[in-house]
């Protein structure tokens, strides 16, 4: 059951700028920010690393080589 899966750990600076960049473009077309923040006055890369950081955005690692 790959329900259970949880997301893993962010192992390094390289994946959490990426994970957060990715969220980032979200943010900017329009998605819903998952932790308490103004997106009229806080810029989407702040919003999207807080997220990151307090485990609000869910991601899985492929093994693309």
């Known amino acids: ?3 259970a899966q949880e997301t893993p750990e962010i192992d390094s ?3 959490l700028i990426l994970i957060a960049a ?3 473009k979200q ?3 329009g998605a819903q920010p998952r932790v308490d923040a103004d997106p009229r006055k ?3 890369t702040r919003i999207a690393l ?3 950081k307090n485990q609000k955005v869910k991601f899985k690692l492929t093994n693309n080589k």
């Open 1 to 3: 059951q790959e329900e």
């Open 13 to 15: 600076k390289y994946r």
């Open 22 to 24: 990715q969220r980032s």
């Open 27 to 29: 943010l900017q077309k």
């Open 42 to 44: 806080t810029k989407p």
């Open 50 to 52: 807080e997220e990151v």
